[in-house]
């Protein structure tokens, strides 16, 4: 009965470590997201646990390097592993990896990134327009790029990327300063179910480039002009054409009147609204956004002089209830109010800011 009882505790041991555990770890994994240096620790543990958790393809679908030395290297190291011919998100922000790591992945890694939804290069200057030809001649599915604060980037990188990946939605060309209006003319033509759009300090960009942008890309939801101050009022009022709208920075504005704020206020499922520094603005444009955009969280009229507590009232009047952060940092015609004045003109506000 010993060498029996034995023989059994032996077997459900080994269940234990051969099915059980694997099996649980791999239920774990799959519903609780975990940074895939862990997911590598684990492979490490068992062959049971290696082989469990290798043949589950949704454990494998992101590659982080992001500050990462030598991550183009990793990257196209990874890449030859069976279990990442499925990745969807390669993240390589501030990463070490330049142009030839890219000729790499398009030469002998294509196949690995065929289902490849996310590309982040924020931040890897070392890539040019060349490296984005090559990258994007393999990525066929790619829904979201983004490579801010890249000067080295140009209107032909833009050009290849439309080309190449039809089916973009959301794109952050933040600080890529060296595109001008013929890049966002291929964005227009290409991406008219574009849905977010980070055009951050691209300073050579006039009022043509960004209509085209309005007129042919109507699914925006979120569009981000800060620290672009050549656009005029000709361009600002077909932010109207933006049905869909929820996020809009102006930040820096400095062109924009009430005129063509009163024409933003069409869009009526705006959420977050940056006026800071729209110098020009006065209570009359503030007032109209007031009445258009009731669903309205956050306002920053952060410098601007011409606004008094008139513009404060009309809020009250028709954003009270969803508005949660406003700050008039600098509006010197709106007085300081306490805690219990502000909770009574705007029940949900959690932040506000004012003279500090």
Not at 115 to 134: F, M, P, S, T, V
Not at 155 to 162: E, P, R, T
Not at 208 to 237: H, V
Request: with cysteine; charged share 20%; proline share 2%.
């Amino acid at each position: 009965m010993t060498m029996v009882g034995g023989l059994l505790r032996r077997e459900k041991d080994e269940t234990w470590r051969k099915e059980i555990v694997p099996r649980v770890f791999e239920i774990v994994s799959t519903r609780i997201t975990l940074p895939q240096r862990d997911l590598l620790t684990l492979l490490l543990t068992s062959p049971w646990l290696y082989h469990s958790l290798v043949s589950c393809s949704s454990l494998w679908q992101v590659l982080d390097f992001h500050e990462q030395r030598n991550a183009g290297d990793r990257l196209v190291r990874a890449l030859k592993l069976p279990r990442y011919h499925h990745v969807r998100h390669i993240n390589l922000e501030f990463g070490d990896i330049d142009n030839e790591h890219l000729h790499l992945l398009k030469n002998k890694r294509s196949e690995s990134l065929q289902d490849l939804e996310i590309l982040n290069l924020n931040a890897c200057q070392k890539i040019c327009d060349k490296g984005i030809q090559a990258v994007t001649r393999v990525c066929p599915n790619l829904k979201s790029f983004s490579i801010y604060w890249n000067v080295r980037v140009t209107d032909l990188g833009i050009k290849q990327l439309s080309q190449n990946c039809r089916h973009l939605l959301d794109l952050n060309l933040s600080g890529c300063q060296s595109i001008t209006d013929v890049g966002l003319n291929s964005i227009a033509d290409s991406y008219p179910e574009l849905e977010v759009l980070n055009l951050t300090r691209c300073t050579k960009l006039t009022d043509d480039g960004l209509q085209q942008i309005l007129l042919k890309c109507s699914k925006l939801q979120s569009l981000n002009l800060y620290a672009l101050s050549r656009f005029t009022d000709e361009a600002y009022k077909k932010i109207a054409l933006l049905p869909n709208l929820k996020f809009l920075d102006l930040c820096g504005a400095q062109n924009l009147s009430d005129q063509g704020l009163s024409c933003i206020a069409d869009c009526k499922n705006l959420t977050y609204l940056n006026l800071t520094w729209c110098v020009r603005v006065t209570d009359v444009g503030v007032e109209a956004i007031a009445q258009g955009c009731s669903s309205l969280e956050l306002l920053s009229l952060f410098g601007i002089i011409g606004v008094t507590d008139n513009c404060l009232e009309a809020l009250a009047r028709f954003c009270s209830n969803t508005l949660t952060t406003l700050d008039v940092n600098g509006c010197i015609g709106i007085k300081r109010r306490g805690r219990g004045e502000l909770l009574q003109l705007f029940p949900s506000l959690k932040c506000f800011k004012v003279h500090s």
